[in-house]
């Protein structure tokens, strides 16, 4: 209430004023009664129920929103030579082994060194000796393991060796060495995948120079493993041709750079039959760097992949 109103009031009195600052009624005045407000509330519109089928197509119009706001892929043409499929790195090898190897852009570079050796880029393919030599350095001095061997920008975290090149054309190299690819069914991911078809074994040596002697050395691969469950060295492993696989046209190994795995792996080009189990899952299970035996990181080293069998078969 205005100042000016109060001082109004007291001159006539309170009983014509309101607190409010609306007019003050006159006295004997009628006054009209506001509408009663409505005891019950009026009743809401029933929601419709929200059936498994309506929330369904609700989720697929908004997953096809989604899907039309994402940039939509560019599809990269493919150089004429690079392999696309299996059947494109088994013509590659046969034109290599009959002198002939192609040199169509995006085609592996293979070079002939002489009646039985070749150059896939830096893999070295010995057909009299049977074996490959890849380069490579030590890249773990310690900690658990998934793979003996991975690529450049591979999982180099859980990889006791980085070799240099690609695996495709230690793909390819085997090939040319005449080993067959092990078959697995990985229909049960419950347990290990089982062997379906047998391929052609393996054996991997490594070479180095010794640090205090300066003398090479030459080991099994599984030298620089430490068996968890065994508390060792493991024996020699069963290694086998797994071979990758291909997606969108790509060598699947030469994208993701896993090589050579300790684990269930059908990205890997070379695996080990034996499985002795993921050491993320227990104290007991798997492979990790044996630090007792290995040399300084980064030591530059030579894998060997030998052929097993009695050395009598051409490749």
Not at 59 to 73: M, N, T, V
Not at 198 to 212: I, N, S, T
Request: glycine share 10%; with cysteine.
């Amino acid at each position: 209430m205005s100042a000016r109103r109060l001082a109004l009031c007291l001159a006539i009195g309170l009983g014509g004023c309101s607190t409010s600052d609306q007019p003050p009624v006159p006295p004997g005045a009628a006054t009209r009664a506001a509408p009663a407000a409505p005891t019950t509330a009026a009743p809401a519109l029933a929601a419709a129920p929200i059936t498994k089928e309506v929330s369904t197509r609700f989720q697929r119009r908004q997953e096809a929103r989604r899907q039309a706001a994402l940039p939509r892929p560019v599809e990269i043409p493919r150089p004429e030579g690079e392999p696309k499929g299996p059947e494109d790195l088994q013509k590659l090898s046969d034109a290599a082994a009959g002198g002939q190897p192609v040199d169509k852009p995006g085609a592996p570079p293979i070079e002939r060194l002489d009646e039985n050796r070749l150059r896939i880029g830096k893999i070295l393919v010995d057909r009299g000796a049977r074996k490959l030599e890849v380069p490579a350095k030590l890249n773990m001095t310690e900690g658990i393991l998934e793979y003996y061997a991975v690529a450049s920008n591979g999982k180099l975290h859980e990889s006791v060796l980085e070799i240099e090149g690609e695996p495709s054309h230690i793909h390819l190299g085997l090939i040319l060495l005449g080993v067959e690819q092990i078959k697995y069914d990985y229909g049960d991911f419950r347990g290990p995948p089982k062997v379906v078809q047998p391929g052609g074994r393996l054996a991997m040596w490594v070479r180095f120079a010794d640090q205090k002697s300066g003398k090479q050395k030459r080991v099994r691969a599984e030298e620089l493993l430490f068996n968890r469950a065994a508390k060792g060295p493991p024996k020699p492993l069963p290694w086998a041709f797994t071979g990758s696989n291909f997606w969108n046209n790509r060598y699947g190994a030469d994208m993701d750079r896993s090589t050579i795995a300790l684990i269930p792996d059908q990205v890997a080009v070379i695996g080990t039959t034996d499985d002795a189990g993921n050491p993320y899952r227990g104290d007991g299970l798997g492979f990790e760097v044996n630090t007792k035996f290995v040399p300084p990181k980064g030591t530059s080293m030579v894998l060997e992949i030998e052929v097993l069998g009695d050395g009598k078969t051409p490749p």
